[in-house]
């Protein structure tokens, strides 16, 4: 069965800090992606990134920076310099490659980020 | 680029009625579309996995007689709620995939659902 944990519910910071996201999943698969999606207030998902579980490269967009270490099953996320646009909630997902699977997302709880001028 | 097309954005209707949701890819065949729901405050959870020209996958827990799913064309899913309660209310988002290998998945805007 597949699960992604995000332990931290919500995160407060003040402009300009950074902030890290954390993501711990389990899969019983040996191919896989790995997704981050943002959902502010008005809620629609925006999405961020997907990682095949193949590539360990560590990806930088903009103020946005992944760490992907699949020898500890996580996969976290850094806004550098954060604003207050940042503030949303963040999920990290999972979904396997076999071809029925694919697309299934199982989600993490969320982490809530709030960032204050 | 691709995009999913989801209507209502927002709908309120009397407990007991019953309410349906269309997810409609706009410019690309989507043989397989997702339904997922989130509560305040919660994850979103899969409910169930919609196949053009199939009966509906649904999730353990999901009542496949009170959430109807039809997926009568490459384009088009909804998503009915029968006899709405409030319990129901949420927001229901719905999500395909392009039938190609590994190719983008794109979500909705989302529903957000309430039950009076």
């Known amino acids: 069965a597949q699960k992604v944990t995000q332990a931290q519910t919500e995160i407060s910071v003040v402009e300009k800090e950074d902030v890290t996201l954390d993501c711990v999943y389990e899969t019983r698969d040996t191919t896989y992606y790995l997704f981050w999606y943002k959902q502010p207030p008005s809620g629609e998902l925006v999405f961020l990134i997907r990682?095949?579980?193949?590539?360990?490269q560590n990806e930088i967009s903009g103020r946005y920076s992944w760490n992907f270490q699949k020898s500890t099953s996580s996969f976290n996320f850094t806004i550098t310099a954060s604003q207050v646009v940042d503030s949303a909630v963040y999920f990290c997902a999972l979904s396997d490659l076999t071809t029925d699977s694919w697309g299934k997302l199982q989600f993490g709880a969320g982490t809530q980020v709030v960032v204050t001028p | 680029g691709a995009v999913v097309s989801q209507h209502p954005s927002r709908v309120i209707c009397k407990s007991g009625t019953s309410v349906k949701i269309e997810c409609r890819s706009l410019d690309f065949q989507a043989t397989t579309m997702f339904w997922y729901r989130q509560f305040p405050k919660q994850s979103l959870m899969l409910m169930a996995t919609?196949?053009?020209?199939?009966?509906?996958?649904?999730e353990q827990g999901v009542e496949k007689d009170k959430f109807l799913i039809n997926h009568a064309s490459l384009t088009l899913s909804t998503l009915t709620v029968t006899s709405a309660h409030p319990e129901d209310s949420s927001f229901y988002i719905c999500?395909?995939?392009?039938?190609?290998?590994?190719?983008?998945?794109?979500f909705g805007n989302g529903t957000r659902l309430t039950v009076t």
């Open positions: 990682r095949n579980s193949f590539d360990e």
């Open positions: 999500s395909a995939r392009e039938d190609r290998a590994r190719s983008p998945l794109h």
């Open positions: 919609s196949n053009e020209g199939s009966k509906a996958t649904y």
